[in-house]
């Protein structure tokens, strides 16, 4: 199977699994990682995701022994993009926080698969490389949109450009990642921080998520009537009053991530 799925308390673990080739993404890989996400968004005992990859590596990117050209001509590229397009918009569209714990190299659109998410960990050991200026291409899967807001345009185009590897802890400094932390620890900090977002108000991060997002291209009056508008809904959920209520009676709260 290209794509392990775990139940844990409150969360799934999704895991790219094609260790013998660290991962690397084929159009059969972007579809059953679209499907693993769908499934995810319709349990409603699932409050997170936890994504990683199997093996010494987190993702090198494209396969490209599936879109190498030959003598009947160039690979079409559009359709198979389409498909990691897809895997994108989802995980910006969830109304779940998504964790990703990037284990070893992540490379080309492997980079962006984990940019995609909403908390990325790396091992200290791991790298991020826009690696598609070494074979001619432009970063693709979200590259050139997150990277500019990431790191800035000066770094952004270098990274894209010189296609040179990015350490972790450096992209931690940068603001590329959120964190990076020992080799050993990684898969314990993540399950840890997965864990912890599964038992927080629910609705409240995925409102949270369309607000940043919308940031992106708002004017500042269309932002602040924005986010009158989602804390007036919010004010109305359960977990609005659970929390509250636990303020109150200095106890942690109980949310539900119910609407």
């Not at 389409?82 to 980079?111: F, M, Q, S, T």
Request: charged content about 20%.
């Amino acid at each position: 199977m290209t794509i392990l799925v775990e139940q844990h308390t409150g969360y799934r673990q999704i895991t790219l699994n094609r260790p013998d080739r660290l991962n690397a993404l084929t159009a059969a890989v972007g579809a059953a990682l679209l499907a693993a996400l769908d499934e995810a968004e319709c349990d409603s005992e699932c409050r997170a995701i936890l994504l990683t990859g199997a093996g010494r590596g987190f993702c090198p990117g494209q396969d490209l022994t599936e879109v190498m050209p030959t003598e009947a001509g160039p690979p079409d590229l559009g359709p198979l993009l389409d498909g990691y397009n897809a895997v994108i918009r989802k995980l910006r569209a969830l109304p779940l926080p998504v964790v990703c714990a990037v284990n070893g190299v992540a490379a080309g659109a492997g980079v962006n698969l984990a940019l995609a998410c909403d908390i990325v960990l790396a091992a200290k050991s791991a790298s991020f490389i826009q690696a598609f200026a070494r074979i001619g291409l432009i970063p693709d899967v979200g590259g050139t949109w997150a990277l500019p807001r990431l790191v800035g345009a000066a770094r952004a185009r270098a990274l894209a450009i010189l296609a040179e590897p990015l350490p972790a802890a450096r992209a931690a400094e940068w603001g590329l990642i959120w964190q990076a932390v020992d080799d050993d620890k990684l898969m314990a900090t993540a399950h840890a921080l997965a864990a912890r977002l599964a038992a927080q108000a629910t609705v409240g991060i995925a409102f949270t998520k369309r607000a940043l997002d919308a940031a992106e291209s708002s004017t500042l009056d269309q932002q602040l009537d924005l986010e009158r508008d989602l804390q007036s809904e919010l004010a109305r959920m359960p977990d609005y009053a659970e929390g509250v209520r636990a303020f109150l009676e200095k106890r942690p709260p109980v949310f539900t991530g119910k609407r």
